[in-house]
């Protein structure tokens, strides 16, 4: 029987999901959780549709593209990219997406030269992958360059080996059991409020954040590329303004998401200094994830993470009693944040293997 041939086009990304052309985008979503779900058993990892649309929607700060691999009819593997608009961005960052089912028979080399074709003609000279791990030991295990964890290898991390990538850093990815017992956050959060003293004040928020505190989140938005550590890879600095937390927050929030914030304000100086955000989709019966989590470097030491994970944390059973866990990652040499999460309950559910390489 002949071979059907390998065909890659561009993913169409319609103004609706109700459009007629919104096929392939749903499709999309469905790989990536399909993927999430054969590779570490959590298909909530993964956007939806609905949650993707308004991202890709939208290239002011950053242009979001795919590429779909056909045999004959039957979608076999996607991959999509991301280029951040900084002027000094250097890198592409790439999400490959091809299922058991269709890997080996040469899907997933051909849509990573694709992303990579794609990246060299936009002027990129990094790309950028992330690989999901389950939680557990085996005979081939990997360690990152910067020594902090390790992970068992995988067909995908096999394939990033062998064509010249470089693993860089290790994230965890913990849980949280939202409906377990609070007082050991409560306790934890008092203990804190009390080493940090009266030269902090917490303050919080649901999206759209209020005008007063654009311009000062803005400013601790921006310092999640520089200050959160990310190994060797080659993050350009983020260029913030209020009129961006503006579009990010349209961004969120157009899906049906809800997001909460706690943020930490330096008494004498008005500045915000540390933030945690929770995010939830339209369901509020799902899964939440926490997205930015960051301390100003020159606050740390205060015990201003705990505060502001433990303040949401509390926040958000109250504004979501529904939600059954709180997904999170960090990296793996963040250890004063795993401490917080480890003391108040987030136990390591899977990992994420960052991989770097100039093209």
Known sequence: MPHTPLTITRLVVPAELSDDNAAE????????RLICDEQ????DLAPSAAQMLPSWSDNTDSVDLGFVAREGQQIVGMVTMSFAQEAEARAAEVDLLVPEATWGHGVEDALLARAETEARARGRSLVQLWSLHPPREQQQMLVPRTGWGRVPATPLSDLLSSNGFTLEQMERNSKYDLQSDADPVRETLAEAMMAAGN????????????PEFREGFAEVLARLSTDAPSGDMDFAAQNWDAERVVRREARLLGAGQAVS??????VSSGALVAFNELLIGADRTSVTHQFGTLVSKKHRGHRLGTIVKCANLLRWRELMPQSP???TFNAEENRPMLNINEAIGFRPVSYAAAWQKEI
Do not use: I, K, Q
């Open 325 to 327: 866990v709180v997904s």
């Open 25 to 32: 985008f749903r499709a999309c979503a469905e790989l990536n």
């Open 40 to 43: 570490v058993g959590l298909p």
């Open 261 to 266: 914030v706690v943020a930490v304000r330096h």
């Open 199 to 210: 030269d902090y004040e917490v303050v919080e928020w649901n999206m759209p954040t209020p």
